[in-house]
Nanobody
Framework: QVQLVESGGGLVQPGGSLRLSCAASGSIFSLNAMAWYRRAPGKERELVAAISSGGSTSYADSMKGRFTISRDNAKNTVYLQMNNLKPEDTAMYYC???????????????WGKGTLVTVSS
């Protein structure tokens, strides 16, 4: 069993910042990657950013420069720093745990319940 618990969502004004956290626990010893996904109202789920235990990262093009993913391996926690937030960033943000092969990331088996981010004035 793998448990992923997100926190840090909330209401923020356009241009503001938020930092999301995701704490992983359980049988995570075989997993070497974590990621943030989001699902906006009426849209498909999309990858925001991913990070391996070694620090390799991948970002969706639209998030580059505004969002930063990081992790604390000792705490089994991944973070998403979101700056210059826009109304279109409003979504449920989900943490995922998976694998990094050295070439690509793979997620889909382990998900958190999500944390809601609302960007509005």
């Amino acid at each position: 069993q793998v448990q992923l618990v997100e926190s840090g969502g909330g209401l923020v004004q356009p241009g503001g910042s938020l930092r999301l956290s995701c704490a992983a626990s359980g049988s995570i010893f075989s997993l070497n990657a974590m990621a943030w996904y989001r699902r906006a109202p009426g849209k498909e789920r999309e990858l925001v950013a991913a990070i391996s235990s070694g620090g390799s990262t991948s970002y969706a093009d639209s998030m580059k420069g505004r969002f930063t993913i990081s992790r604390d391996n000792a705490k089994n926690t991944v973070y998403l720093q979101m700056n210059n937030l826009k109304p279109e960033d409003t979504a449920m943000y989900y943490c995922a745990a998976g694998y990094y092969s050295g070439s690509y990331f793979r997620f889909g088996d382990y998900w958190g319940k999500g944390t809601l981010v609302t960007v509005s004035s």
